[in-house]
């Protein structure tokens, strides 16, 4: 009887492919595979899409924006905050566990997970960003990036494709980058940009060799070439060649205009493979997510909810609210009437003034509700791509932040080029 059920549950599992493929909708399974993504829904105007990734740590729906915790911990929240708050995957840095508390103490800990008590899924960055972020510490070679200790200053660390798989191989992070050669945006130096290509696309081999989780950690290679489509196409004809389970795009948000953001952003996601995930690093504005959801990202992070949090601001469907403002001292309603998180429900935008950038607690209060907002915005893109409104729900999104029409060139150009009019 096992064995005819067996036979039947495959037969079932093969007509469900063959339908959900018909329907352009894709799933990707593998009983040894870390990682699993299945596209539940399309739009049928963007490239918009829906998506559950599962992960040995759990399921997390696409879109979905990532909080960053750099050093383990999301600055004023606590792991079972953000785990109430509905949070199912968060970011930490590499370069910087790896320097502290490092991958010793990692280990011994049972990895990151343990370490902070977080159940749910994690996400590492490579360390290459600080390439950029740092790059007066560093210097760049074949060999890898050789940095200035920030504590001291006199030190050294070197950090090499094969040192940063060994720091998140001790992280146990479920989504782990290749260390990437990352040149600015504002350089138009091609020569070093076409140099950066190319060495990316080695130190991936080099991150892929000296992976030692493979069964249980995810290595996602980063598309680079800055501003030059040329570059990006090759980057990312050279990464898709490689067996790997998802897709990063690196390299923007450094000073570029927002038309060429966009423009890099549409080209480089429509180079990836439709049946696995595409992360588009550092972005964590409410109108850049929408925009690039419509474009076909899933993945998204960025420390700006949690940063702008400690700077007293408060997040919304229609901008930022500064609670220094002389203007909310009587002010008794909450930050955000619809929101419902727990600062929302407790707490006015009068009491709020009175302590932000002064009192600790103020910036567990804000930054309880700039999370929750992003986890709203983004279940708000899921709920409509679903429903068949997606169109709809962005040109809604953006009358109320614009509400004389008066829309940035770039968002009207970037959104017609998914075919969404906002003057229609």
């Known amino acids: 009887m096992s064995s005819i059920l067996l036979r039947l549950s495959k037969v079932q599992l093969i007509h469900n492919l063959n339908k959900n493929h018909d329907k352009g909708i894709f799933t990707m399974h593998n009983e040894r595979n870390p990682l699993v993504f299945n596209i539940l829904a399309e739009c049928e105007t963007t490239k918009a899409r829906v998506g559950k990734m599962i992960l040995p740590h759990g399921e997390v729906d696409t879109p979905v924006f990532m909080p960053v915790g750099t050093q383990g911990t999301l600055k004023g929240l606590l792991p079972g905050q953000l785990e109430n708050l509905g949070v199912q995957i968060v970011l930490s840095n590499t370069y910087h566990l790896g320097t502290h508390p490092g991958p010793e103490i990692l280990k011994k800990a049972g990895g990151l997970h343990n370490f902070m008590g977080w159940k749910q899924c994690l996400l590492t960055d490579s360390g290459g960003f600080q390439m950029v972020s740092l790059l007066k510490l560093a210097e760049i070679t074949e060999e890898g990036v050789k940095f200035q200790s920030l504590n001291d200053q006199k030190s050294e660390v070197m950090l090499t494709p094969e040192h940063s798989i060994e720091i998140q191989n001790a992280i146990g992070a479920d989504i782990i980058m290749q260390l990437d050669d990352v040149v600015k945006t504002t350089n138009l130096d091609k020569k070093r940009i076409e140099e950066s290509v190319h060495r990316t696309t080695r130190w991936l081999d080099r991150c892929l060799n000296a992976h030692g989780n493979p069964d249980t950690q995810n290595i996602f290679p980063i598309v680079q070439g800055t501003l030059f489509e040329d570059l ?159 169109p709809d729900f962005v040109k809604n999104f953006v009358n109320d932040l614009y509400p004389e029409k008066d829309y940035p060139e770039w968002v009207t150009t970037a959104l017609a080029s998914v075919n969404i009019n906002l003057n229609e």
């Open 232 to 390: 990006r196409k090759i980057s990312a004809s050279d990464l898709v060649q490689r067996n790997v389970r998802g897709y990063a795009i690196g390299g923007l948000s450094g000073g570029e205009s927002k038309m060429d953001f966009s423009k890099i952003v549409r080209l480089t996601a429509s180079l990836l493979p439709k049946e696995k995930p595409r992360y588009l690093m550092g972005v964590g504005f409410a109108t850049d997510i929408i925009v690039c959801c419509a474009m076909g990202v899933d993945m998204f992070d960025c420390v700006f909810p949690t940063r702008t949090a400690r700077f007293g601001c408060a997040l919304t469907m229609t901008g930022q609210l500064s609670l220094k403002q002389k203007q909310y001292k009587k002010d008794f309603n909450p930050i955000d009437k619809d929101c419902t998180c727990s600062t929302c429900r407790t707490y006015t935008r009068a009491y709020l003034h009175g302590i932000v950038t002064i009192q600790p607690v103020a910036c567990n209060l804000l930054t309880v509700h700039n999370v929750a907002f992003q986890l709203r915005l983004m279940k708000s893109i899921r709920d409509s791509i679903k429903e068949g409104r997606f």
